[in-house]
Structures are given as structure tokens and as C-alpha cells.
């Protein structure tokens, strides 16, 4: 009996390694339930479900359709490589046309003659043919004279050889002088560097003087001459012999007066 309450009483024995704190332990259990408690998801709401169902159908469609836009590309970029290398071969094309023809719109040209006085050629269109020869679509050329004059003649067509300065004009030719003389002819060579403007083209003439036809005419605007040459046709405003002095000297001499 004794022995039997001894055993009783005895502790079974226990390892200090196995031993456990209750508060280490209660502490551990805390953490684990607060982590667990963070890894929750939230549950989604009605507008969270029909966002994703949007989601869902726009990529049913949107996905099919890009796959179609890549194939249906790949099936047509050989047209549009050709489309490309046609359209860089005609702006290659009009591009050298534009080098080429060197037209220019609105061009100026200005000297000055053996006496330093000014001149200036304006054309509506220049073409560049070659490095001296300028084509000119209707030129104006506007000249000075001695003691302050001035003269303008235009026409319809025009070539400027810029190194010899030199001007031909053919179709309408219209010769005008400050002093009110007016000439219409077919044709006019100016040396802008002389200052001298000839033709050898029948020409109409009309001033103070009256009117005249002739089968040329030939001006240095450094001497102010006018000249006339061949069969003329003279109408007076009247008979007196310096009512045109620059004009009927000189035709006297080159060709003879027919009156009406």
C-alpha cells in the first residue's frame, strides 16, 4: 500500500528541451490568426462582376479582330510595298523635273550698263537653260537714258544671256519712253551693256510726233537716238522740222519718207 502511493505521487520525468511557455505560445497562435486574417480576399461586389463580364466580351472581340488586322496585313503588304515604291519613285521623278526645268516665279534681274545707270529685268516665269541662257516668259525690261530718261519694253517671250547681258524679245514687243513715244513691233534685241535696243522688224510708232511705220529702228539710249530704217510711213501732228528731231534726221539718211 505504501508502495503503491509512492508511484502515485511520483512526477513521470520531463526533458528541459520539450518545455513550453503558455505565453510564447498564445502569442505565436495571435500572429498566425492576424496573418491569416490578412490573406483574406475580399469578396467582389455586383459592379466588381459586371466590370470583369465588360472586360470578358470586349476580349472576345477585340482579340479576334486584331488577329484578323495582322493576317489581312500580312496578305496585302506585298500591294502596299508596291504602292510605296511607286509613290517614291514619282516624287523622285518630280523632283529631279523641278531641278531640271529650274523654273522660277516672280524673277529679278538687275545691272548696270557702261555708264553705271541702272537696269532691271522681271519675267512672270525663268527657265534656267543652262549657265548663261535664261528663258523668260513675258519679260519687262526697264532702262535708264541720259539726262534722266526712262524706257520700258516688254513682250510676250524673252531670252536673257546674263554674262553677255543681253536681252532678245520676239512676239508683241511694246517699247515705251517717258517722252510719250510708244513702239509695237514683232521683235527687239537689247545690249543692256551698250544701251542700245535695235530690230529689224517692221514697228509702229506713235508720240508727239505723230505716227510712223517702219521696217526697223534702231535707239542708243546713251545718245538718246531714235533711228528708223527701211520704207517708212510718216503721219505729222505737224509740218515743222523739230517737231521730231530725233526721228526724221536720222530716217532722212537710212531710207526715204513716204507721205500718205
Not at 12 to 25: I, S, Y
Not at 149 to 166: F, L, N, P, R
Request: net charge negative; no cysteine.
Amino acid at each position: 500500500m505504501t508502495g503503491t502511493q509512492e508511484n502515485k505521487d511520483r512526477k513521470p520525468p520531463q526533458r528541459e528541451d520539450f518545455a513550453r511557455d503558455a505565453a510564447k505560445l498564445a502569442a505565436l497562435r495571435e500572429a498566425m490568426r492576424e496573418q491569416g486574417q490578412s490573406r483574406q480576399r475580399n469578396i467582389p461586389t455586383s459592379s466588381d462582376l459586371a466590370s470583369r463580364r465588360r472586360l470578358l466580351d470586349t476580349a472576345k472581340w477585340a482579340l479576334p479582330l486584331t488577329a484578323a488586322v495582322l493576317l489581312g496585313s500580312i496578305a496585302v503588304w506585298p500591294e502596299i510595298a508596291r504602292w510605296l515604291s511607286a509613290n517614291r519613285a514619282v516624287m523622285q521623278e518630280m523632283a529631279q523635273m523641278r531641278v531640271e526645268s529650274g523654273n522660277l516665279e516672280g524673277a529679278i534681274y538687275r545691272g548696270l550698263d557702261a555708264h553705271n545707270r541702272p537696269y532691271m529685268i522681271t519675267a512672270r516665269i525663268a527657265h534656267q537653260n543652262g549657265p548663261d541662257r535664261v528663258d523668260l516668259v513675258d519679260p519687262v525690261a526697264d532702262t535708264h537714258m541720259a539726262g534722266g530718261g526712262w524706257a520700258e519694253i516688254k513682250a510676250d517671250k524673252g531670252v536673257y544671256m546674263q554674262h553677255e547681258q543681253t536681252l532678245n524679245l520676239t512676239d508683241h514687243v511694246v517699247l515705251y519712253r517717258d517722252d510719250g513715244t510708244l513702239l509695237n513691233g514683232l521683235t527687239a534685241d537689247i545690249d543692256l551693256h551698250r544701251s542700245v535696243i535695235a530690230s529689224n522688224d517692221w514697228v509702229h510708232a506713235e508720240g508727239p510726233f505723230g505716227i510712223l511705220d517702219a521696217q526697223g529702228y534702231f535707239i542708243d539710249q546713251h545718245a538718246n537716238l531714235l533711228q528708223f530704217v527701211g520704207p517708212q510711213r510718216v503721219i505729222r501732228n505737224d509740218d515743222r522740222q523739230d517737231a521730231m528731231p530725233s526721228l526724221t534726221s536720222p530716217a532722212r539718211t537710212s531710207s526715204s519718207q513716204k507721205a500718205p
